[in-house]
């Protein structure tokens, strides 16, 4: 009833900028938290960069400074500003939302995950 759509990966050199985007559709009563998460192989799941509701952002302490998250609540989209580049952001990133169906259900979605990958 819901699906998180990515878009924005790719490769890009070291020093670079790319932007995720991820748009949610479906049966949405409303979002609250969203968020973009990434996997490298083997390792567990972290958190770069989270939204609430409320526009208040949270960011890993390896991307502050570098990354930007923003929302655009009409559209029900989320965003990830990527600058400055380093080889080690290469990884799967991952889109997370935290969302009210029509039923009246809350539950975590998350996105097919999009490749980004930094080398020169």
């Known amino acids: 009833q819901v699906q998180l759509v990515e878009s924005g990966g790719g490769l890009v050199q070291p020093g670079g900028s790319l932007r995720l985007s991820c748009a949610a559709s479906?049966?949405?009563?409303?979002?609250?938290?969203m968020g973009w998460y990434r996997q490298a192989p083997g390792k567990q799941r972290e958190l770069v960069a989270g939204i609430t509701d409320g526009g208040i952002t949270n960011y890993a302490d390896s991307v502050k400074g570098r990354f930007t998250i923003s929302r655009d609540n009409a559209k029900n989209m989320v965003y990830l500003q990527m600058n400055s580049l380093k080889p080690e952001d290469t990884t799967v990133y991952f889109c997370?939302?935290?969302?009210?169906?029509?039923?009246?259900?809350?539950?975590?979605?998350w996105g097919q995950g999009t490749q980004v990958t930094v080398s020169s």
């Open positions: 479906g049966s949405i009563l409303q979002i609250y938290g």
């Open positions: 997370n939302a935290d969302i009210k169906i029509r039923s009246g259900w809350r539950y975590t979605y």
